[in-house]
């Protein structure tokens, strides 16, 4: 069965500095999406960045980056020059890429606070 | 702009009421919906799979009779919460996902139940 463990209930950061947000994946699959969500105290879910298994890079989207490490199942975000507005709950999720239902599983959560 | 639009955003209504909540796609069609349930600071967790034309997919320990979805067309799915109770209370969001793109989630609806 697929999994996703993040580690890191809540974390902190001084704003300007990077910060780095720990996913780890399990999953008999070859073909697999992984994606990181920002759900800020309104609710909504963001959608930031995303890494297919088969992607030789590493995704970025501006301020943010995806450290894929495959072999160690990780697939950590990188939130660089950290800015006040980006406290607020963050999700790893995995996709099985052409599962019949597409279903995301998502991750407990890592509660970012960024300080002043 | 937004490209999945839920509706209502809060609901707070007594028990044995039903309430139903919209899930919209808006700038493509769905074929596939999804349903999640998030109790507070706590994951997302999915309760089913909203089918278009078809019957929904449950997970396991989700009620069928107790939430009812329906997928009528490409763009529009529904989750009624039967008959509400207080424990039923929680932060309700859909998602759907375009061809090639990531899921995208509606804004939520806070049901409580009082």
């Known amino acids: 069965a697929q999994k996703i463990t993040q580690t890191q209930p809540g974390m902190f950061v001084q704003e300007k500095e990077a910060v780095t947000l720990d996913c780890t994946y399990d999953?008999?699959?070859?073909?697999?999406?992984l994606f990181w969500y920002k759900q800020p105290s309104s609710g909504e879910m963001i959608f930031l960045i995303y890494?297919?298994?088969?992607?030789?890079q590493n995704a970025t989207e501006g301020r943010y980056s995806l450290n894929f490490q495959k072999a160690r199942k990780s697939a950590n975000l990188v939130i660089s020059a950290s800015q006040l507005g980006d406290s607020a709950m963050y999700f790893c999720?995995?996709?099985?890429?052409?599962?019949?239902?597409?279903?995301?599983?998502f991750g407990t959560g890592t509660l970012l606070a960024v300080q002043p | 702009g937004a490209v999945v639009s839920q509706h209502p955003s809060r609901v707070i209504c007594k028990s044995g009421t039903s309430v139903k909540i919209e899930c919209r796609s808006l700038?493509?069609?769905?074929?596939?919906m999804f349903w999640y349930r998030q109790f507070p600071k706590q994951s997302l967790m999915l309760m089913a799979t909203?089918?278009?034309?078809?019957?929904?997919?449950?997970e396991q320990g989700v009620e069928k009779d107790k939430f009812l979805i329906n997928h009528a067309s490409l763009t529009l799915s529904t989750l009624t919460v039967t008959s509400a109770h207080p424990e039923d209370s929680s932060f309700y969001i859909c998602?759907?996902?375009?061809?090639?793109?990531?899921?995208?989630f509606g804004d939520g609806t806070r049901l409580s139940i009082l």
């Open positions: 998602s759907a996902r375009d061809r090639k793109g990531p899921q995208h």
């Open positions: 999953t008999s699959d070859q073909s697999y999406g």
């Open positions: 890494q297919g298994s088969y992607d030789e």
């Open positions: 999720a995995m996709r099985e890429v052409g599962g019949a239902t597409n279903k995301l599983i």
């Open positions: 700038d493509f069609q769905a074929t596939t």
């Open positions: 909203s089918n278009e034309g078809s019957k929904a997919t449950y």
